[in-house]
């Protein structure tokens, strides 16, 4: 390639390259199924993402420690896979162990933990949190079986990582209802000067937040018209 008259020299020897391995996933080409679970891997990323955009637009406490709890749940698999330094089945697709699966891990503790807070905690529109509830099993379930599929786990090791998800997000949820919130550490946290001023908020006892909300600036508008 020649720029302003100079050979410039842009060849990279192959030895060099390196995938970034969090978002590159491998398919056999012409493969329907595998093309769309390579997209269901990207699911954990894809939830990430939300919840730390619901953090910062709605400044709940509870999606603060929400996010905590899946952060403690991924250092965790980090200390399981170290421990058990069991390989992946195809050791080109991917680096690190494979023992347990993260993101078989990641959704298990994903799937538990919304089921659970929608089944205890919201009391409105039974329908809309049935929807919610199984679409949170259906992900978790789209990329569990894509690890297995697109040959990144043994079915053993994307089980284990159900498993130890499941468990870690059921133990989370309760620590948060069983001890800190009765503890009063939550309610110490809220009035803590750092939460004052990113004005993080607990609305878990309003029925229905959506609602309350509109009800609130409804009348802030009548005001104004009046």
Known sequence: MATGGANIDISIEHGQLKSFGLTHFQ???GDHVG???AFSSLIPIFLMVVETTIILS?????????LLGQ???EAFNL???LAIR????NPHLGDGYGMPSSHSQFMGFFAVYVCMYLQTRVTTNAVQKLVVQIGALVLSMLTIVSRVYLGYHTVLQVFAGTAVGLAAGYAWYQFIELVLYPSGLVAYALDSPVCRWL?????????DIVRAEYELTRTARNKRAN
């Open 27 to 29: 398919y056999q080409q």
């Open 79 to 81: 200390v399981l896979k």
């Open 86 to 89: 069991e390989n992946r089945p």
């Open 199 to 207: 004005l993080i908020r607990d609305s878990r006892d309003i029925k």
């Open 71 to 73: 952060l403690l749940n």
């Open 35 to 37: 093309l769309v679970l």
């Open 58 to 66: 709605r400044r709940e406490i509870i999606g603060v420690m929400f």
